[in-house]
Every structure is written in structure tokens, then in C-alpha cells.
T-cell receptor
């Protein structure tokens, strides 16, 4: 069955370190998204991609980067981790190439990141 | 003010009760989604609506585009319905704007 996976599921790191969170989907979806979820906030969009070599900034992109070298993967990198980046991170994917309102987003299981 | 507001923030119910969760939004949208987040953290999509009403099992979702309002109803609630229910709106492209969620607890 097609799925979307994230790794690691839990990560503890120190301030200033570079961290990469992996997201892999086997749906063959064009669109992939990274969100963070914090108490008191809804899910907030960090970065998104509509296809290979395409990346775009979301509303909370500062301190994060992504790259899309193939359809299946969208790794999220924290260049220099900060305590404010302690959060739960969700990856999601959807099928359409933008502009189609009806497509469901499928979410990964989440990665809990703690920055000490 | 958030673009997507949900009410109530927290809701407790006895098994068998009828549940209503509300979502109001302040922007033009192309679609509205209802999502369920289980206690373990996983998020699943329940409905996508652009008009009218949809039903799946004991869940019913309605939307009123003119009033910028949607409701999620659960009939004959069960403890396994305990979760956070999230409303999200789509504005044209595939990006979603999320509400902060409604935490539902159903007791036996």
C-alpha cells in the first residue's frame, strides 16, 4: 500500500546543530508540504513543493530549508537549530499540480523535535 | 484574528450524545477540509467540502459558503471518537490554512 513516512519519529538535538528530517511518500504525488504544530497554533506551513526542483516558502520558513530532487522525498533541514524550533513536524502530500481544490492531503506520522 | 476559528476549543460528551463542532472562516475559499488527529498524533482527512453536505458513517459535514461557516456533526458518539478535530480551508491552490482544533473527549 502507498504511504507517507517520516524519520526519525523523535529527535533531541542541541542549539546550533544542523538537523534534517526525512519525508518519503510512495503515492507518487506531485505536491509535498512541511508543517509544524505547536500548542495554541494550528498547523503552520513551513515549505512546500509542487514537483521536482520546485520549492516554495510558507508562512514560517525562517531557519528552515528544503530540496526536492525526486518525486518521493522532501527533506526538511534546520540549518542551525534553535529552541524556538522545538515542535512536532508533519509532512504531507497531495496529488494535483496546484489549482485543484478537491485533493486530499495525506499526512505522515510526525516527528517530535526537541532542541535543548 | 485567525482566518479560521473553531468552537468549542474543548468538548466532553457522554457516549451516545450528538456532537457538533463549528468552523468559521474570514477569507474566500475553494474548499474546506475536516481532519481528525488521534491521541497518538496521526492526522487523517475526514471530508473535503466545497458546498452542501457530506456524510460518512456517523459523521456529517455541512458548509454554508455565504455565511463562511461549516459544521461537523457526530451522531451516536463513541469513546473511539475522542480526538482533536481540525478545520482547514484552501484558498485557490493546494495550501491549507488550519484552525487550532477542537479537542473532543467521549466518556462511556
Amino acid at each position: 500500500d502507498a504511504e507517507i513516512t517520516q524519520s526519525p519519529r523523535h529527535k533531541i538535538t542541541e542549539t546550533g546543530r544542523q538537523v534534517t528530517l526525512a519525508c518519503h511518500q510512495t503515492w507518487n504525488h506531485n505536491n509535498m508540504f512541511w508543517y509544524r504544530q505547536d500548542l495554541g497554533h494550528g498547523l503552520r506551513l513551513i515549505h512546500y513543493s509542487y514537483g521536482v526542483q520546485d520549492t516554495n516558502k510558507g508562512e514560517v520558513s525562517d531557519g528552515y530549508s528544503v530540496s526536492r530532487s525526486n518525486t518521493e522525498d522532501l527533506p526538511l533541514t534546520l540549518e542551525s537549530a534553535a529552541s524556538s524550533q522545538t515542535s512536532v513536524y508533519f509532512c504531507a502530500s497531495s496529488e494535483s499540480s496546484g489549482g485543484t481544490p478537491g485533493d486530499t492531503q495525506y499526512f505522515g506520522p510526525g516527528t517530535r523535535l526537541t532542541v535543548l | 484574528k485567525n482566518e479560521v476559528e473553531q468552537s468549542p476549543q474543548n468538548l466532553t460528551a457522554q457516549e451516545g450524545e450528538f456532537i457538533t463542532i463549528n468552523c468559521s472562516y474570514s477569507v474566500g475559499i475553494s474548499a474546506l477540509h475536516w481532519l481528525q488527529q488521534h491521541p497518538g498524533g496521526g492526522i487523517v482527512s475526514l471530508f473535503m467540502l466545497s458546498s452542501g453536505k457530506k456524510k460518512h458513517g456517523r459523521l456529517i459535514a455541512t458548509i454554508n459558503i455565504q455565511e463562511k461557516h461549516s459544521s461537523l456533526h457526530i451522531t451516536a458518539s463513541h469513546p473511539r471518537d475522542s480526538a482533536v478535530y481540525i478545520c482547514a480551508v484552501k484558498r485557490g491552490t493546494d495550501k491549507l490554512i488550519f484552525g487550532t482544533g477542537t479537542r473532543l473527549q467521549v466518556f462511556p
